[in-house]
């Protein structure tokens, strides 16, 4: 993953945790608090996501790189 899609995406996960922490502040007004509630946990839901597909893309990454190892190699050594 390059530098520009990481800083991308822990910036997104970044607002979506600060929108989360906001919804959490205003929630504490009664007649809104189950509304806000809801919102903020959807808010936080989109955020696991993006954080878990992050991490899933750059150990993707990793697998792909990897070079695949043959027999051959292993049956040198004898």
Request: net charge negative; with cysteine; glycine share 8%.
């Amino acid at each position: 993953m390059d530098a520009n899609l990481q800083a991308q995406i822990s910036i997104a996960a970044l607002a979506c945790s600060v929108a989360a922490l906001l919804f959490s502040m205003l929630a504490a007004f009664p007649g809104l608090k189950n509304l806000l509630a809801a919102v903020r946990d959807g808010v936080l839901w989109i955020a696991v996501v993006l954080v878990l597909g992050g991490v899933g893309f750059v150990v993707w990454q990793h697998v792909e790189r990897q070079p695949p190892q043959t027999e051959q190699a292993s049956s040198l050594g004898h």
